[in-house]
């Protein structure tokens, strides 16, 4: 059986093969969830979001990348730029990205979203605790960078991180550009840029 998943008219969808099983009448549930859902998050998913974003980063740098008002800034000004991965109906992972126009990020672009963009600024990856060590973090990034290939305009994604996660991005295709002029408390980073060029495709074996 395959079976579509997309939410968003915005966003391409994917789709997942899936067993055949024979399911006991007395079991069945009348409302049933799809098992593996990507889609845009919206306004709704704020609350989800933040909570998986402050369990993440704030156990280990103490730093928000994003506080809960600039989540929902971000989903109601461009969730067309962001992509959430829930299972059974739960967020499980996400990303969060906004508009920018320039060559490089500057401090402004942690809170600004540039309409009609031809770079996308990733602001979070997140992914919930009881998920992590299965490889969705990568999974997530390679959809969110196919998904983007299909959005009209853009051009290259780019973002900051810290110096140990530049190999993980170094994977997925970012280049690094070098320091960045970006700093949150005593945080240092390093700014990585990917290239949109070429055609998105359907990943195989992808594990989800």
Excluded at 89 to 112: C, H, N, P, Y
Excluded at 140 to 150: A, V
Excluded at 167 to 172: I, N, Q, S
Aim: hydrophobic share 40%; glycine share 8%; charged share 20%.
């Amino acid at each position: 059986m395959t079976q579509q998943v997309s939410s968003s008219p915005s966003l391409k969808p994917f789709f997942l093969r899936t067993p055949v099983r024979v399911v006991n009448p007395r079991h069945q549930r009348r409302h049933t969830l799809p098992a593996s859902e990507f889609r845009n998050l919206t306004p709704e998913d704020a609350i989800s979001v933040f909570e998986i974003e402050r369990e993440a980063f704030v156990s280990v740098s103490g730093e928000c990348p994003l506080t809960l008002d600039e989540v929902l800034n971000f989903l109601s000004q461009c969730p067309e730029l962001s992509l959430g991965w829930f299972e059974e109906g739960q967020l499980v992972a996400f990303i969060i990205g906004s508009g920018w126009d320039k060559e490089r990020l500057a401090q402004e672009a942690m809170t600004q979203h540039v309409p009609e963009p031809h770079t996308v600024h990733l602001h979070v990856l997140s992914v919930h605790r009881h998920c992590r060590q299965q490889g969705k973090g990568s999974i997530l990034l390679w959809r969110y960078l196919q998904y983007l290939r299909c959005v009209p305009g853009l051009r290259r994604a780019l973002l900051v991180c810290e110096e140990f996660l530049v190999p993980f991005y170094g994977k997925a295709g970012f280049k690094e550009k070098g320091p960045s002029a970006i700093s949150v408390g005593n945080l240092c980073f390093r700014e990585m840029e990917y290239l949109l060029g070429g055609v998105a495709f359907a990943r195989r074996n992808s594990g989800c």
